[in-house]
């Protein structure tokens, strides 16, 4: 029984078929490529360098971004105070002009209107919710939309950005 056992290749065994295949399209294995020199240690210290560089600037980027953001606030708050300034000042010529009966009623005025703010902060501001948000990010302008100014610093706020649009244009 022995000579009943054939030594060929088995055919679940086609390694060598395989190789003749991959010759004539001109492949190369990545097992037949020469090893590559591999440090079993790794530099420790690069990868810890590595490490902090990236932490560092991550750190760096929220700091730049909260300085901007503290850079824009003080410009604001500068504008803010210039506008209330040219305001005040431009409110103080007004009623040098006006008669006794002209400033009782701009008083009268005044006195509702800080009423109104008063009864806003103290019962959330719900004349507020339905005109839209206080305070909330400017949206911008489109042709045909009401412009709302309430007093003199809206219509010098106005009147700047117009200014910056004309220069802008020209």
């Known amino acids: 029984m022995a000579d009943a056992w054939d ?10 078929a395989e190789d003749e295949l991959d010759k ?9 490529a020469p090893p590559v020199f591999d440090d079993d240690e790794e530099d420790l210290t690069l990868k810890d360098k590595a490490a902090d560089e990236r932490a560092n600037a991550k750190v760096n980027k929220t700091k730049g971004s909260a300085l901007a953001k503290k850079k824009a606030a003080d410009v604001a708050a500068k504008e803010e105070l210039e506008l209330a300034r040219k ?19 701009m008083e009268r005025q005044r006195e509702e209107d800080d009423a ?11 004349d507020a919710v339905a005109k839209g948000p206080v305070g909330g990010p ?6 045909g939309d009401k412009v709302v100014m309430k007093d003199l610093k809206d219509h010098l706020r106005h009147a700047k950005k117009v200014g910056q649009c004309i220069q802008v244009s020209v």
Do not use: Q, Y
């Not at 004539?24 to 037949?32: E, F, H, M, R, Y």
């Not at 109104?116 to 719900?126: E, I, K, R, S, T």
């Not at 400017?138 to 042709?143: G, L």
């Open 138 to 143: 400017a949206k911008a302008m489109m042709s």
């Open 7 to 16: 030594d060929s290749d088995d055919d679940w065994d086609n390694s060598d």
């Open 87 to 105: 305001a005040m000042a431009m409110e103080a010529e007004m009623e040098a002009n006006m008669t006794p009966e002209e400033r009782r009623l």
């Open 116 to 126: 109104m703010a008063m009864a806003d902060d103290l019962f959330g501001g719900m």
């Open 24 to 32: 004539k399209l001109s492949l190369t294995k990545i097992n037949d």
